[in-house]
Each structure stands twice: as C-alpha cells, then as structure tokens.
C-alpha cells in the first residue's frame, strides 16, 4: 500500500451526518458523531482529499466541525439548516452483527436536497452513501461528467420503499456495496454468490458484500476475491463499519487512481483495515486519532493473515 502526497478533491461523498444513540455489550453512548457520510470521509481522509455533501441542524457541534476539518475534509457542501440533525438509536445486545433500530428522527434530514458546486461536482470518485436512492440519483445527475467510478450503498429500509429508484441507481453505479442480508433481500437469493452474480446482472460491473465479523467478498463478472475480518479480541461498538469499509476501499482506489484487480484487492484490504480500527471504540473515536503507521501497520497484519504459498 502507498500514500499519496498532495491531492486535490478525489472523492465526494454524500450521505447522513448524524447524532448516534448507541448501546452494544461494552456501553451505551448518547448523540455521539455518526451518520453515513461522517464515517466514510473520515475512514477516506487518510487515504487522499474527500468532500462531504450532506445536512446538520443548529445544535451541530462546532468541534464536531472542526474535528472534520481538522482531517482536511472539504466541508463547503456540509449545510447547516433550520432544525436539529438527524438522530439514530440503534442496539446490538443480541447479535454484534446487525444493528436493531429503536428511533429515528429525521429532523433536517428529512429535507436534505443536495444542491452540487463546481469544484464538487468534477470530483473523479463519487460516494453515494446510504440515503433516500432519489438524492442519491439527484447527486449522480449533477455530476458535471461521468466519474471515473460511482459507488453506492443502502439499506433495508429503501429496499422496501423505494424499490423502482433504487433498481434505476443501481443500473447506473459501478459498485454496489452492501450488506450481506440486504443483497440476500434485493435479489431473493439465500447464496451469497447467486445474490452477488443477480446483483451484477442489474448493472454494476463489481459489488462487494459487507459480511460483518466474517469479512468481505467482492464479485466482478471474471473476478472475485474474499478478505477476512480482522480478529479482534473486543468489539465495542460495530456502528459505522461499513461506510468506514467502503471510505477505506475508495480512499486507496482514489489515491493509486485505478481500478484493476491489483487495486481492488489491496482496496478491499485498505476497506477491512479500517472497518477493524471503526469497531474497537464508540463512534469515531479510534479512526479519529490513527496516524499512518498504525494503519500500515494492521495492514501489515493482514498481509501476514492472509498469506499462503501455493501447493507444491
Ligand atoms: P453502518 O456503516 O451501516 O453501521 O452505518 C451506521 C450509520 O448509519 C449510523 O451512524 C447512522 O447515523 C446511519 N443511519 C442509520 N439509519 C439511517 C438512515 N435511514 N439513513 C441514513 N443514515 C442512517
């Protein structure tokens, strides 16, 4: 894995930014800094430039703020609005893989309608966090020219409501990253490699399914490859896993800028490392203090995981 030095804006991303309620085995956590957008751009920010799109009420948090920023996030497409930033109560007593939803409160959210700048919209990598598929199809509309690569997530909720937006996205990205029961849902397959081959046959040329504590795996139509989790001995809290998986994995395409099988396959490890450092600690409190060698160094870790010669 290489480091980029000096870039200008690769990724943007748009997605929530939000006030986490959290309660997991190790604690309970009340309006920490979460949402979608948040978790990618500060997994991505060590990797090269990332601009946020999204939306915050009055009572967001100017150290919040200048948390982003210190990570050399653009906020420039960060809004503030009239109202207070959407919040989410989530649990994870009973299985550490998948969150139960107790509340959520839209609040400025609701009204989120992304409005793209020039300098945001000739971004070469595009990020369309999980949100509403028909912002998420307004953000891709206003790209100025075609990204040189679109990605996208989302959830079960817009699986059932959105159903028609979100077969017209998914046409249009090159990756879909998603989750292993919500690719289970959108294709009515129970194999995860019929539900990734039905996935593919609905447009994008690769999807990469988010399998919690048993790692990824990534499907092109002459390609796959699968990456472990890494073992952690505690996890403290899962929230923000995958966004920090997928700001990780684009944040390395981005800064080599290719997207071969070479690149995808270390951005797929990059994804994991990150995602690991996500969940040793509530919220964004350990991606927000790693330094370069801790994440080469779990890198590292993973190369050593997952090495093995061929049979003689
Ligand atoms: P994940 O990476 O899937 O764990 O994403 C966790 C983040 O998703 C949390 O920080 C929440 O704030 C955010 N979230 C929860 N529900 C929604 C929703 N309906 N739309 C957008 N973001 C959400």
Redesign the pocket.
Known sequence: MTWTGETHLQILVV??????T?ETPAGKREFQL???A??FSMSASYFTDVGLIGVVGRDFDPDDLDMLKQHGIDTSGLIEADGKT???Y?EYMEDINA?V?LD?Q?NV?GGFDPELCDTHSNTPYLFL????PTIQIKVLDSMSKKPKMVAC?T?N??IDVARPALNDLIRRVDILII?EDEAKQLTGEENLAHAAHAILGLGPSLVTI?RGEYGVALFGDDFSFAAPAYPLDRVVD?????????GGFMGYIASVDRIDQDALRTASIAGSTMASF?VEDF?LERIKILTKADIESRFDAFTDLTHFKPMS
């Open positions: 997605g929530s930014v939000a006030y986490d959290v979460g949402g979608s948040c978790y959407f919040r989410w989530g969150a939803t959520t839209l959210f966090a999980n949100v509403d997530d959830m909720l817009w989750n988010k899962p929230t923000g896993a995958g966004d920090s998986f997928a996500a919220g």
